[in-house]
């Protein structure tokens, strides 16, 4: 009995996605979310352990979370209460603390952003090297130069 390998057949979109995987879009993509899932570490915390806690302070301590609407199931004074009882619920208050969390956020990047704008146009707005002088400049200063080497 005689074997014959056969040679394992690629598909051709497999060397379409390498070279869309490879392309410096692509990478560039990925390096920004990878970056961008550590700045929002960053700026969740920034929210809930600075920001949250004095607005908590203005508010006398508002929590939405209990502010939930019973569909089915025993009515009971907290949702984790419904939760643990069964009962389906519409969660009003989580979706408002959602909410106000995210506009805290926005807040946050609106403000991060433009310090970042101001900064890079500081950057940007740096003294230049001075422009270069101009052909009279250049003129007089070489007839400047021939006088004073005549009168030495």
Do not use: C
């Not at 009962?87 to 979706?95: L, P, R, S």
């Not at 146009?121 to 004073?148: F, G, M, Q, Y």
């Amino acid at each position: 009995m005689s074997e014959t390998k056969r040679a394992l057949h690629t598909p051709g979109w497999v060397s379409d996605f390498q070279k869309f995987i490879m392309r410096g879009n692509v990478l560039d993509l990925a390096v920004g979310v990878i970056i961008g899932a550590a700045f929002t570490t960053i700026v969740n915390s920034a929210v809930k352990d600075v920001l949250t806690p004095f607005i908590g302070l203005l508010t006398g301590g508002v929590d939405f979370s209990n502010l939930f609407i019973t569909l089915k199931g025993p009515v009971k004074n907290t949702l984790e209460e419904a939760q643990k009882a069964g009962a389906v619920t519409v969660n009003i208050g989580v979706f408002l603390n959602a909410v106000i969390q995210f506009l805290i956020v926005a807040f946050f990047i609106f403000w991060v952003v433009r310090l970042i704008g101001k900064l890079h146009r500081k950057e940007e707005a740096a003294p230049a090297a001075p422009p270069a002088p101009s052909k009279e400049e250049v003129l007089l200063t070489e007839i400047r130069d021939i006088l004073a080497n005549k009168a030495s």
